[in-house]
């Protein structure tokens, strides 16, 4: 089995800065990609920020030129550097893997952390 533990959520002030980090592990091959959603209150979830194993990057409108997204591919580990945050970014943070290749299986899977609450308020 596959599981991806998440660090690094929390409250926070506007304009305010968080790191969030995420760890896959088990009998892992390969990873497509890792990345981040959001869910806020009353909301559907929404894309955050997505890496490939190949270095291409994705972001949502919302956070454009505020966040950042790196990987450490060989750690399975996928970060995500939040800058200028506002209160509409509060939210539960949710980390992705996609298309993940593990041992002795030819099938691909996507898997999902337990998700990390940030709070942006003063």
């Known amino acids: 089995q596959v599981q991806l533990v998440e660090s690094g959520g929390g409250l926070v002030q506007p304009g305010g800065s968080l790191r969030l980090s995420c760890a896959a592990s088990?009998?892992?091959?390969?990873?497509?990609?890792m990345g981040w959603y959001r869910r806020a209150p009353g909301k559907e979830r929404e894309l955050v920020a997505t890496?490939?194993?190949?270095?291409?990057?994705n972001f949502g409108d919302s956070v454009k030129g505020r966040f950042t997204i790196s990987s450490d591919n060989a750690k399975n580990t996928v970060y995500l550097q939040m800058n200028s945050l506002k209160p509409e970014d509060t939210a539960v943070y949710y980390c992705?893997?996609?298309?993940?290749?593990?041992?002795?299986?030819?099938?691909?899977?996507?898997?999902w952390g337990q998700g990390t609450q940030v709070t942006v308020s003063s």
């Open positions: 992705n893997a996609h298309r993940v290749r593990r041992v002795g299986d030819y099938n691909e899977y996507d898997y």
């Open positions: 088990g009998s892992i091959i390969s990873i497509n990609a």
């Open positions: 890496i490939t194993s190949g270095g291409e990057i």
